[in-house]
């Protein structure tokens, strides 16, 4: 057997409680292993721990599997009955019979061995307290992504000569437009016909850029965007239509007019903000802090913004108290947490325990674009942007060299890395500010619905870039943050592109299936590129996802209700063509 390949441990997403009843059990084996069974019970079914008892168990195969690219994914879920639990995995390859435990393999006749003292795995007991909780209402979210200053500048708006006249195409760095949360407001009736339920927005607190990333002040509504009763109406509106909205916090860094920077600046250690930030240099830090040259205080970004000290007692308490006020006087539902990975565990456990004990049902979702397992433990973020699933999507249609293994073996990758609480509700994208917008990433509007397609059959919560219903073109950033074309939504070639974005909505918000976490790989069709899987509901019904990766025409097997498709012609797929149906019961 392979040894190296066998991997489990009582802690992260392998062994974890779902809820107070249920307890995942998951765990890696190579190839070479066939079959697993378990063996579990209770660990004081026999006596107390060290009686002469013999503990044996309850022996159940794992029967439910997932491939990854040279690993097998095995997954039970228990119901412990006094919520706690002890076991062991008994491994089957073609030739060979091995028992794993905490302290390795043995065989049969070594498990055997009369006084052995055998090492289980073991979960003491499912505490309440340590259950990763996330809001349930997310999973049900259609998220639409605004980059404030470029969506819409609201009716009777104040003049401003210092504007860009709004305009389609490029854009430079330094414009600035006029976007402003009227503008959103105005386009609420817009984005509920959509079917949009939850709105991103990118920061909005007082700063000097048009991104609004370099925060000045964080208890202010930027002018540039409104008020606090302007963000409060929003709000309110966007509740009354159902919409959810959420914030973006900038709490890694800071702009270089934040006061306390200032401060810092003038006074040096003596400032009482001395330990608000990451200073490297002191001696030099009043002739070049206020420069873009990075040498002397650690930094976020290139262009040199202050890096706050997020394990500082009173920076805790000022970012703790500004979200605290977020909630009381705006009632939003959620934060994304900029650069969510370079602030402090310590301050996101601090942060996360007073937030939700204001607003229980508070989405805390953090800017990861790598593995976050440390941070989806149930004590800090609820999720993660799935930047990894992003990526997966983008090479896998990149390079005609994979093959639909691969692509089962990224989605399965990037859905065993956290605990199923948080991929039920992570935060799923093909394009957002940071990155090329998805039409001009792909270049071919068949490919960019095959992607939609997957975004919104995949488990987590979908989000859409403002203008990514109509496809709107864009390259790196700044480009990416173009004006919304407003007056050219109603031609025939953008009404014929909102209304697949409409269906595939609809679909996602009709269809449980698409926002289950139960899906396989079923490996019908031998085409190497024709991508296929199944999502399930709790009820066992079946959508089916059908993806012509090749370069002609694949026939399709009969199926069920067709409730998405593009290049589908009688029974033939067309290259690039997409097709999700219900599949017919029986």
């Known amino acids: 057997m392979e040894f190296a390949g066998v991997y489990h441990r009582t802690s992260e997403q392998m062994c974890y409680p779902l809820n107070e009843r249920e307890l995942v059990i998951n765990l890696r084996t190579g190839y070479d292993v066939k079959r697993v069974f378990l063996h579990y019970g209770d660990p004081f079914e026999a006596g107390i721990l060290g009686g002469k008892e013999q503990w044996t168990g309850q022996r159940e195969e794992i029967c439910f599997k997932k491939r990854l690219r040279h690993q097998?994914?095995?997954?039970?879920?228990?119901?412990?009955?006094?919520?706690?639990?002890?076991?062991?995995?008994?491994?089957?390859?073609?030739?060979?019979?091995?028992?794993?435990?905490?302290?390795?393999?043995?065989?049969?006749?070594?498990?055997?061995?009369?006084?052995?003292?055998?090492?289980?795995?073991?979960?003491?007991?499912?505490?309440?307290?340590?259950?990763?909780?996330?809001?349930?209402?997310?999973?049900?979210?259609?998220?639409?992504?605004?980059?404030?200053?470029?969506?819409?500048?609201?009716?009777?708006?104040?003049?401003?000569?210092?504007?860009?006249?709004?305009?389609?195409?490029?854009?430079?760095?330094?414009?600035?437009?006029?976007?402003?949360?009227?503008?959103?407001?105005?386009?609420?009736?817009?984005?509920?016909?959509?079917?949009?339920?939850?709105?991103?927005?990118?920061?909005?607190?007082?700063?000097?850029?048009?991104?609004?990333?370099?925060?000045?002040?964080?208890?202010?509504?930027?002018?540039?965007?409104?008020?606090?009763?302007?963000?409060?109406?929003?709000?309110?509106?966007?509740?009354?239509?159902?919409?959810?909205?959420?914030?973006?916090?900038?709490?890694?860094?800071?702009?270089?007019?934040?006061?306390?920077?200032?401060?810092?600046?003038?006074?040096?250690r003596a400032s009482e903000y001395a330990d608000w930030f990451m200073v490297q240099d002191w001696e030099h830090i009043r002739d070049r802090g206020s420069t873009r040259d990075g040498r002397f205080y650690s930094f976020a970004f290139s262009d040199g913004m202050p890096k706050l000290n997020t394990n500082c007692e009173a920076v805790i308490r000022f970012f703790t108290s500004l979200c605290e006020d977020w909630i009381r006087k705006f009632d939003i539902d959620g934060i994304r947490f900029d650069v969510g990975d370079e602030v402090s565990h310590h301050f996101l456990k601090r942060l996360r325990r007073s937030l939700k004990e204001k607003k229980a049902e508070l989405y805390l979702l953090g800017e990861i674009w790598h593995d976050a397992g440390p941070w989806l433990l149930g004590d800090e973020y609820d999720a993660v942007m799935n930047y990894p699933l992003m990526s997966g999507i983008h090479d896998f249609f990149l390079d005609r060299e994979l093959k639909k293994e691969d692509f089962e073996y990224m989605v399965n990758r990037c859905y065993t890395m956290y605990m199923q609480q948080s991929n039920n509700v992570i935060f799923n994208l093909l394009d957002s500010h940071d990155t090329m917008r998805l039409m001009s990433r792909v270049q071919n509007p068949d490919i960019f619905y095959q992607q939609l397609a997957v975004l919104f059959t995949m488990p987590g919560s979908p989000c859409i870039y403002y203008g990514t219903e109509i496809a709107l073109e864009g390259g790196y950033d700044p480009d990416c943050r173009r004006c919304m074309p407003w007056e050219s939504l109603e031609s025939p070639e953008n009404r014929e592109k909102l209304s697949a974005m409409k269906a595939l909505i609809a679909m996602r918000k009709g269809e449980a299936a698409c926002r289950s976490p139960h899906f396989h790989f079923p490996g019908e069709y031998e085409q190497e590129r024709m991508v296929e899987y199944i999502k399930l509901d709790q009820e066992g019904r079946e959508l089916e996802v059908l993806l012509n990766c090749s370069s002609g025409p694949i026939g399709i097997r009969e199926g069920g209700e067709i409730l998405f498709s593009r290049g589908l012609q009688g029974d033939s797929l067309l290259a690039n063509g997409s097709l999700i149906r219900r599949k017919r019961s029986g």
């Open 72 to 268: 097998l994914w095995w997954t039970t879920t228990l119901v412990p009955r006094y919520k706690r639990c002890k076991y062991f995995f008994e491994l089957w390859t073609e030739q060979e019979l091995w028992y794993y435990f905490e302290d390795g393999f043995l065989t049969e006749e070594q498990r055997k061995l009369e006084g052995r003292m055998l090492q289980c795995f073991t979960k003491p007991w499912m505490n309440p307290a340590d259950i990763n909780e996330t809001p349930a209402w997310v999973n049900e979210t259609i998220w639409y992504q605004i980059f404030p200053d470029r969506f819409c500048r609201g009716k009777g708006s104040p003049e401003d000569r210092s504007l860009s006249p709004w305009r389609e195409g490029e854009v430079t760095r330094e414009e600035r437009f006029g976007g402003n949360l009227n503008g959103i407001r105005e386009k609420l009736p817009y984005l509920h016909s959509l079917g949009i339920s939850g709105i991103y927005l990118n920061p909005i607190m007082q700063a000097e850029s048009n991104h609004k990333y370099d925060t000045e002040d964080y208890t202010k509504v930027d002018a540039d965007f409104g008020t606090e009763e302007e963000l409060a109406s929003l709000v309110r509106e966007a509740h009354s239509l159902g919409i959810r909205i959420m914030l973006d916090a900038v709490f890694n860094h800071c702009g270089r007019s934040f006061a306390p920077w200032k401060d810092v600046l003038e006074k040096g």
